[in-house]
């Protein structure tokens, strides 16, 4: 999945956070519907707009960035 043409960083949208582009959806968002047992059906119901690509793109564009980056995690899991 090439997340990168289905997101977008803008500060004047979101105030910087990773969006579809296109829309004021942000990663986030997609991500925290499917935490809640949202379905792609769900969600692509929900947000006529975004295409099955565009969901998949977020959850790409997040493992991406935890292949990358250093997270202290145990704080979090352990609080």
Request: proline share 3%; charged share 25%; glycine share 6%.
């Amino acid at each position: 999945m090439q997340w990168k043409n289905h997101i977008e960083v803008n500060a004047n949208i979101l105030v910087g956070k990773p969006v579809i582009k296109g829309t004021r959806i942000s990663v986030e968002l997609i991500l925290d519907r499917l935490a809640d047992g949202w379905t792609m059906e769900t969600i692509l119901a929900a947000y006529p707009h975004l295409s099955r690509d565009d969901v998949l793109a977020a959850i790409a564009f997040a493992a991406e960035l935890f292949k990358e980056e250093t997270f202290a995690a145990v704080g979090k899991v352990n609080s």
